[in-house]
């Protein structure tokens, strides 16, 4: 049952404290969406990487977020340091980049809460 | 500013009844997806459509995508109170496959 991994499921940490999100993508994918889901904002993507080269990263607040994919097996997102308006549902995909489109298959979330 | 943009935000409906979602931009889509979302989930994708004017049927879904590919709807005939979630609706328009996702709309399907 191939299915996107995403750790922690729950998140609670401070103000100013370093939090890392990690995610297994599917095997064989080579394409990995990282987004952030609020009530207010919706689904934004903040980076995504193929082939395990960030592709765009535009997204994300650069002086605290970082993305990076060290083997094809793992994806992190980094959040240093870390402020309450980062609260949030992270999400990561996969895809299999084919054609003229990528199908994105997603975890289940890591719900950060940053107090 | 959102590049897709979708109507209504929210819809609360009985059992029963049909209803159409939307999804709009000003922007050119190589393809549109739309994926369900429910509490406490990642977004599962329901389809994926490629040329203009196409019409996909899933049971008793059925997506659209604009002639222009600019635009897509997504029509529900009979609801379910299974059918209750947030639908999005996600496309590319850079030739990159950058997945980029709608606003969203919430629906709710009462017994």
């Known amino acids: 049952d191939a299915r996107v991994t995403q750790t922690p499921r729950h998140k609670v940490t401070e103000m100013g404290q370093e939090v890392t999100m990690r995610c297994q993508p599917i095997?064989?994918?080579?394409?990995v969406f990282w987004y952030r889901q609020t009530m207010m904002q919706g689904l934004e993507l903040l980076a995504y990487f193929r082939n395990r080269a960030p592709l765009d990263d535009s997204g994300m607040p650069k002086d605290r977020f970082s993305a990076e994919m060290p083997d094809a097996t793992l994806a992190t997102l980094k959040i240093q340091p870390s402020e309450p308006r980062d609260s949030a549902v992270y999400f990561c995909a996969s895809g299999l980049q084919g054609g003229s489109y990528t199908e994105a298959f997603f975890g289940q979330g890591t719900r950060l809460t940053v107090v | 500013t959102q590049l897709l943009e979708q109507s209504p935000q929210f819809l609360s409906i009985q059992e029963g009844e049909n209803l159409t979602v939307y999804c709009n931009s000003s922007s050119v889509f190589s393809s549109l997806q739309w994926y369900r979302q429910e509490p406490g989930e990642g977004p599962v994708l329901l389809v994926t459509v490629v040329t203009g004017g196409e019409v996909k049927k899933l049971k008793r879904l059925t997506f659209q995508f604009g002639d222009a590919r600019k635009d897509s709807s997504l029509h529900i005939t009979a609801a379910q109170p299974g059918d209750t979630g947030l639908y999005l609706c996600?496309?590319?328009?850079?030739?990159?496959?950058?997945?980029?996702f709608g606003t969203g709309t919430r629906l709710l399907v009462s017994p």
């Open positions: 095997l064989g994918h080579n394409t």
């Open positions: 996600a496309g590319d328009n850079t030739g990159f496959q950058k997945l980029v």
